[in-house]
């Protein structure tokens, strides 16, 4: 068997040989060496034009191909393109499960001479198929919708990332919003709702819906929930404060207090009974640093680390098709931290939609501040966003693993420095 590194150049002249199995001869390939057919190749030299010349009857790839929700589109394509360019049937085979925060899809193909997509493995699950590769038939692809994909590959993030570090139990701070309203039916299903312990934090900023839509939301999954008032540590907090603190008016100092006490609670308790914290950030607020850390950060898995707020509120959608799970007031309200009296998100952030794509545009397609703005976008606010993202980097850098469901989620997908000047 012959590895090819992507990172390595191969000498002119260097053997490639294919493998012999009951006498046919089969090109085995390893992952990327099939995504040489694009117009950037990986290699100075292809795999497949050395194995070629031997006259295989059959390509095979093995693949740990890492699962973003455009993923299997993209691989459809490439693997189709080489049968196409090689006319010889192709079977790719890819690993299933989770590794940290990479996901692996499964999602195997089988493609006759033809180019013909003659067999689709499952996603998200493990199976062990049986093919003629001389005597096929077509099968109809399988469905691969956005957020049927991005909820298996989450809730098999979560279950392997427990069960490989041998943790049973999550616990969460359950705030009345959706992203810890999503986190907690996600957990409830990889997990089970005998192991998830959601507890509610309010403070004298809490709204009474907070309150009562989570109670809605955990009575809807049969989960217990638990309920500590953060109040009287926090006029606890500003007493012990208030020689040093002197006559300065409120500001993100309170807000950030309230949340550290959160956090705090939360992790004396995963410490006392073992329960892993989960953390609740969507990519929208991680991205521009809207968290506190040693507060709503905390967390042992960030579970939807890698959605953008849009996104968070389009997974509920997909959760709450056939039923409601997440209380629709949930997902009605306007987001709010509620760390001081009438916060909203739209008080310091731009609106979610409009944020979001500008977002994108900057981490998942890398585009400058100049593409961005000639995209039609205000130039005052692409700055002010892309500026928020880069000031940020020291926050991501001390986040907890994020489980990546795009191209480029933080942490192993985007790796960029703290202390960075390059859009200076």
Same mark, same amino acid.
């Given at each position: 068997m012959i590895f090819f590194d992507e990172?390595?150049?191969f000498e002119p002249?260097?053997?490639?040989e294919c493998i012999e199995f009951n006498g046919e001869?089969?090109? =085995?390939?390893? /992952? $990327?060496?099939?995504?040489?057919? $694009?117009?950037?190749?990986?290699?100075?030299? %292809?795999?497949? +034009? +050395? =194995?070629i010349k031997e006259k295989p009857s059959l390509i095979i790839n093995i693949a740990a191909s890492p699962f973003d929700y455009k993923h299997a589109h993209q691989r459809k394509a490439i693997l189709q393109r080489n049968v196409n360019q090689y006319k010889i049937p192709l079977l790719y085979v890819n690993h299933?499960?989770?590794?940290?925060?990479?996901?692996?899809?499964?999602? !195997? &193909? #089988?493609?006759? #001479?033809?180019?013909?997509?003659?067999?689709e493995g499952p996603y998200f699950k493990e199976e062990i198929i049986y093919l003629n590769t001389k005597n096929t038939t077509l099968v109809v692809e399988k469905q691969t919708e956005k957020y049927e994909l991005i909820y298996q590959a989450l809730l098999m993030g979560i279950r392997d990332y427990? @069960?490989?570090?041998?943790f049973k139990k999550a616990i969460l701070g359950l705030s009345g919003g959706v992203d810890s309203a999503i986190v907690t039916v996600l957990a409830a299903d990889a997990l089970g709702a005998e192991n998830i312990l959601p507890v509610m934090l309010p403070s004298a900023f809490s709204s009474g819906h %907070?309150?009562?839509? @989570? +109670?809605? =939301? /955990?009575?809807?999954?049969?989960?217990?929930?638990d309920k500590m008032e953060i109040n009287p540590l926090y006029e606890t907090f500003l007493k012990t404060l208030k020689p040093l603190f002197g006559e300065k008016p409120f500001d993100v100092t309170e807000e950030n207090i309230q949340a550290r006490i959160r956090g705090t &609670? &939360?992790? #004396?308790?995963?410490?006392?009974?073992?329960?892993?914290? &989960?953390?609740? !950030?969507?990519? @929208?607020? =991680?991205?521009?640093?809207?968290?506190t850390l040693y507060g709503d950060m905390c967390g042992g898995l960030s579970v939807i680390g890698d959605l953008y707020k849009t996104e968070v509120y389009e997974l509920c959608r997909y959760i709450n098709r056939k039923k409601e799970i997440i209380p629709e007031n949930i997902l009605s309200k306007a987001p709010s931290a509620e760390l001081r009296p009438g916060q909203k998100d739209s008080d310091s952030l731009p609106p979610y939609d409009i944020l979001d794509k500008i977002l994108f545009e900057y981490i998942e397609l890398r585009k400058g501040?100049? $593409?961005?703005?000639?995209?039609?976008?205000?130039e005052t606010l692409v700055n002010r966003i892309l500026s928020m993202v880069n000031r940020n980097e020291y926050k991501r850098k001390q986040l907890s693993p994020v489980l990546r469901i795009s191209s480029k989620a933080f942490g192993l997908g985007r790796r960029m420095p703290i202390v960075g000047k390059y859009l200076s």
């Open positions: 990172y390595r150049y002249g260097r053997k490639f001869k089969i090109a =085995l390939t390893i /992952c $990327e060496d099939l995504w040489n057919v $694009e117009d950037d190749p990986l290699y100075i030299h %292809s795999p497949m +034009e +050395e =194995l299933v499960g989770a590794q940290t925060e990479i996901i692996f899809d499964g999602g !195997s &193909l #089988a493609y006759d #001479a033809s180019g013909k997509l003659v067999h427990f @069960s490989k570090m041998g %907070s309150i009562s839509d @989570s +109670e809605q =939301l /955990c009575q809807n999954l049969n989960i217990k929930v &609670l &939360l992790m #004396a308790l995963s410490n006392k009974f073992g329960p892993i914290l &989960l953390n609740t !950030s969507n990519k @929208s607020e =991680l991205a521009v640093g809207y968290g501040p100049k $593409e961005i703005i000639k995209g039609g976008y205000d």
